[in-house]
């Protein structure tokens, strides 16, 4: 099975700066890589799929990016709801797998 | 809008069965691939089965093969998970997902707010 493996664990930052979220596959997943956007006690939320590409709705300060084994989610200025947990996973074959997850917080 | 509402959760021995229902609406129901995906308590997300358009595609995780069942009615838009020989680990919410395709692509776009499962004796 591929293994999903995010840094940092968690990620301190402030409201208004950058922030990069870094996922790393065990073996090459080409570019079949989602990240998703978890809040506390809400439904989680589909923000990337195939490495880049924004699903509907997301705003444009969620990018993503990588192939291969290596993948990042960049939130270009972290807005106040942004504070929560990411999770990347893979679709490159059965079974489908989530990595750790990366939670962002107000530092 | 999309609306998954998942029900049938509950506190059940190690061992007994449960059915776990999931009501869509707000899109076309046999438009799409259907999921369960589940979270355990502290832990991360775990896909559990997928199931295509028309029941003629079905995959589980190795931890649920040949315990669990998922199923579709597409006349009443619903999606089940029938658990049986439930252990201790299956605690967790269960997530009702939508594919975003009408085949099992494994992008999982729309989530349901989850029912929780509690397997303890």
């Known amino acids: 099975e591929i293994v999903l493996t995010q840094s940092p664990a968690t990620l301190s930052l402030s409201p208004g700066e950058r922030a990069t979220l870094s996922c790393r596959a065990s073996?090459?997943?080409?570019?079949?890589l989602a990240w998703y956007q978890h809040k506390p006690g809400r439904a989680p939320r589909l923000l990337i799929y195939?490495?880049?590409n924004r699903a509907t709705g997301i705003p444009a300060r969620f990018s993503g990016r990588g192939s291969g084994t290596d993948f990042t989610l960049t939130i270009s200025s972290l807005e106040p709801e942004d504070f929560v947990v990411y999770y990347c996973?893979?679709?490159?074959?059965?079974?489908?797998?989530f990595g750790g997850g990366t939670k962002v917080e107000i530092k | 809008e999309v609306q998954l509402v998942e029900s049938g959760g509950g506190l059940v021995q190690p061992g007994r069965s449960l059915r776990l229902s999931c009501a869509a609406s707000?899109?076309?129901?046999?438009?799409?691939?259907m999921h369960w995906v589940r979270q355990a308590p502290g832990k991360g997300l775990e896909w559990v089965s997928g199931i295509n358009w028309n029941s003629g595609s079905i995959d589980y995780a190795a931890s649920v093969k040949g315990r669990f069942t998922i199923s579709r009615d597409n006349a009443k838009n619903s999606l089940y998970l029938q658990m049986n020989s439930l252990r201790v680990e299956d605690t967790a919410l269960y997530h009702c997902v939508t594919d975003n395709q009408i085949s099992t692509s494994w992008i999982f776009e729309s989530w349901g707010q989850g029912t929780l499962v509690i397997v303890s004796s």
């Open positions: 707000g899109f076309t129901f046999d438009d799409y691939a």
């Open positions: 073996q090459s997943i080409s570019n079949n």
């Open positions: 996973q893979h679709r490159y074959n059965w079974p489908p797998h």
């Open positions: 195939d490495a880049s």
